[in-house]
């Protein structure tokens, strides 16, 4: 009785690990979609679209990198907010 639970324990937790995998798999790759279809579109459709970037960085002659993030500040007095 003891082997067959365990067993049953053993096979759900493998079962989450699968998800989670799958999950974060397939947020790798609709990201990795939506970049490319922002590939040669001018500074400003994007902006228009994305927002103000977070850091812009020249890239040579090849143009310019924007670059979007989450930034979470943390303040031990009055609690995290989001920017």
Known sequence: MELK???RNV?????????ACILLCSACL???KIGD????KT???II???GSPIRTVVH??????LIYGEQVFIN???GGRLA
Do not use: D
């Open 76 to 78: 031990a007095h009055r």
């Open 60 to 65: 040579g002659e090849q143009g310019e990198i």
């Open 30 to 32: 609709s990201s990795a």
């Open 43 to 45: 500074k400003s459709n």
């Open 37 to 40: 279809k922002l590939i040669g």
């Open 5 to 7: 639970r365990l067993l």
């Open 48 to 50: 228009k679209c994305w």
């Open 11 to 19: 096979l759900e937790i493998k079962k989450i690990i699968l998800l």
